[in-house]
């Protein structure tokens, strides 16, 4: 079983649509939580930290649940400069960044 | 300049060959990272050094060596290059407040082994 598992995708949702990507992980000594962007042969950026209590960031919301140990990310009013994957990111209580595999985002006119 | 510079941008080599993939940053961070990034298995890390001197495998470190020459510089190096080496090659470093600033990648390198 991956660590940190997530729906490849591909999603493709019209412009201004809500969409909404979910991430598991399987260690319960994960201490913190990431959602990171990448485009499409380029290099992984932060997008946002997810905290315990949940955190918005503009159109983009990020929540926690420690006891099922999932994390997730909600994209509001999508634009399409939103088309990228979007990586689930958990750092290990070793002090190292475990990746998902990435749900792929595709927003169409 | 970009904070992460990683050379080259994209390399074909031949099975055997010896390569080295570089890496140099300016953010003045001490931790410093080697990942691979292969479809459909997302990015696993290599090695990893906290500082000069210190050198940690990570999970898939086989056929592959390190060389933290100073703060700023991080080499990856296949010893003897196989086709299922053929990936996409990232490395990172880390600031103090990884909530606030993540990991700082560089734009890859794009090996090819054939």
């Known amino acids: 079983r991956k660590e940190v598992e997530q729906d490849p995708g591909p999603f493709n949702v019209p412009e201004g649509a809500t969409v909404a990507f979910n991430c598991t992980y399987s260690n319960s000594a994960s201490q913190s939580f990431f959602w990171y962007r990448q485009d499409c042969r380029k290099e992984p950026k932060l997008l946002m930290s997810?905290?315990?209590s949940g955190n918005e960031d503009g159109r983009f919301t990020a929540q926690l649940n420690r006891a099922s140990q999932y994390i997730s990310l909600l994209i509001r009013d999508s634009k399409l400069s939103d088309s990228a994957t979007y990586l689930c990111v958990v750092l290990h209580n070793t002090d190292k960044l475990i990746f998902g595999t990435g749900t792929r985002l595709q927003v169409f006119p | 300049d970009a904070d992460v510079t990683q050379t080259p941008r994209n390399r074909i080599t031949k099975t055997g060959k010896r390569i080295m993939l570089e890496c140099s940053q300016t953010k003045g961070h001490d931790r410093m990272y080697w990942y691979r990034q292969d479809p459909g298995l997302g990015l696993r890390l290599i090695y990893y050094?906290?500082?000069?001197?210190?050198?940690n495998k990570g999970e898939i470190s086989d056929g592959y060596s390190v060389s933290r020459q100073a703060q700023a510089k991080f080499s990856l190096s296949l010893e003897s290059a196989i086709p299922n080496q053929t990936a996409l090659y990232f490395c990172?470093?880390?600031?103090?407040?990884?909530?606030?600033?993540?990991?700082?990648f560089g734009s890859g390198t794009r090996l090819t082994v054939v």
């Open positions: 990172a470093t880390r600031g103090a407040d990884l909530t606030l600033d993540g990991y700082t």
């Open positions: 050094s906290f500082d000069v001197k210190d050198i």
């Open positions: 997810v905290y315990s």
